[in-house]
């Protein structure tokens, strides 16, 4: 999980980007849309701390057990995020 501090440095760095692209024009105040970014990277890091939690589940029930950090771990763990993230981003 990130920090404030890192949210909100993410944000300030999102906004600097959006004003300097060409032919973007800005309606709303700095805060107002420093406040929705931050929601929305709020909204995008705990979907993604769910997805985590499902696939460490997941590969917690495989009956032969699987040692987290080992390669095969590893290999199974981004194939299945990558799996659930497409589940979650049709709903």
């Given at each position: 999980m990130l920090s404030e501090d890192k949210v909100s440095h993410l944000s300030h760095v999102i906004l600097?980007?959006?004003?300097?692209?060409?032919g973007t024009t800005v309606k709303s105040s700095d805060e107002r849309i420093l406040k929705e970014i931050k929601r929305?990277?709020?909204v995008e890091l705990a979907q993604e701390?769910?997805?985590?939690?499902?696939v460490r589940a997941k590969?917690?029930?495989?009956?032969?057990?699987?040692?987290?950090?080992?390669?095969?771990?590893?290999v199974l763990y981004r194939k299945t995020f990558e799996e659930e993230?497409?589940?979650?981003?049709?709903?």
């Open positions: 600097t980007a959006v004003k300097q692209h060409a929305v990277l709020g701390q769910e997805i985590d939690r499902n590969l917690a029930s495989y009956s032969r057990g699987i040692v987290e950090g080992s390669a095969e771990w590893d993230t497409r589940k979650h981003t049709k709903s």
